[in-house]
């Protein structure tokens, strides 16, 4: 469907671009024949093409911002845990106990899994929208709730962020894929965690509400939002110049997915904030059933 609509996108385009050449052919019989004053048919004519000229210069330069910021992006991305795999490759060739040595393999190996995660997310951007690689299966949100905060357990008890989680009681088992909507919940919660700052809280929420829809929202203390923020927070490759600051490693991309992952389960996500270092919250609700 997708691909239909910029076929007809760009055949009205070229259409309307030799209707131009038309009218200016045609300009003394057209000005005749509907009693035109001289000067009409060639302002129109170049309205469009500064209309066309403008539309193209922005296609451009938008183009090579992209490029841009994805190159600088997986530059910096990939550089971080490229370096570490370095440093410890080269200090591993020393002298070292049997322990410092098994402390250091592990180390390499979270280098290791963080750049195959960088990888499997900018594959994501391609398959995301695929929905033949979707396999719907009774999901328990409690289950992949959990899971997620004990991805980020370690990160959690340095920052000595308070959790409030619900017991989910009486919350049926949701119809998802169960892959992608952990990797949606992950990205949430990395996010508040991610923001939060020492001793901050983040709130965890889960109701079944009387439209058979589940509603799941995850509440931190952090940066917050402004209002622009909101607007873009789900764009591919976006973050905000604090969010760049703080946390300079991210690629602005598992918040553009975890969207394209609701929206393929019929949901929404959406975020709420008061502004500035007010906090957020995010929200997703899916249909129980596909």
């Known amino acids: 469907m997708k691909n239909i609509l910029k ?19 045609r300009q003394d019989y057209l000005n005749s024949l509907y009693h035109l004053p001289s000067w009409v048919i060639p302002l129109i004519s170049c309205v469009f093409l500064i209309y066309f000229a403008y539309r193209f210069v922005m296609l451009y330069l938008l183009t090579d911002k992209i490029e841009y910021e994805f190159t600088s992006i997986v530059n910096h991305t990939f550089r971080t845990p490229l370096t570490r795999i370095n440093w410890i490759s080269k200090e591993l060739e020393k002298d070292m106990s049997q ?52 991805k ?51 709130l965890i929420d889960c109701i079944l509400k009387s439209n058979n829809k589940l509603h799941f929202s995850i509440k931190d203390t952090g940066m917050g939002l402004s209002f622009y923020d909101k607007m873009r927070i789900f764009s591919r490759f976006y973050r905000s110049k604090k969010a760049v600051l703080a946390y300079p490693d991210g690629m602005g991309l598992r918040l553009y997915l975890a969207k394209q992952i609701i929206l393929l389960h019929n949901g929404e ?21 596909k």
């Open 7 to 25: 076929f007809i996108k760009s055949f009205l385009f070229v259409l309307c671009f030799f209707g131009i050449f038309f009218l200016l052919f």
């Open 99 to 150: 322990d410092e040595k098994l402390l250091y393999i592990q180390n390499l190996n979270n280098a290791t899994d963080k750049l195959l995660e960088i990888v499997d997310l900018i594959a994501g951007i391609k398959d995301i929208k695929n929905t033949t690689g979707y396999v719907f299966v009774a999901t328990s949100m409690r289950d992949v709730v959990e899971k997620s905060i004990a």
């Open 269 to 289: 996500i959406y975020a709420k904030s008061g502004g500035r270092n007010k906090g957020a919250t995010f929200f997703i609700e899916l249909p129980l059933s």
């Open 152 to 202: 980020y357990r370690e990160e959690i008890n340095k920052k000595n962020i308070t959790f409030q989680i619900p017991t989910f009681k009486d919350i049926p088992l949701l119809t998802a894929d169960l892959k992608k909507i952990t990797f949606a919940v992950d990205a949430l919660l990395e996010n508040a965690v991610t923001y939060t700052p020492k001793d901050g809280k983040i």
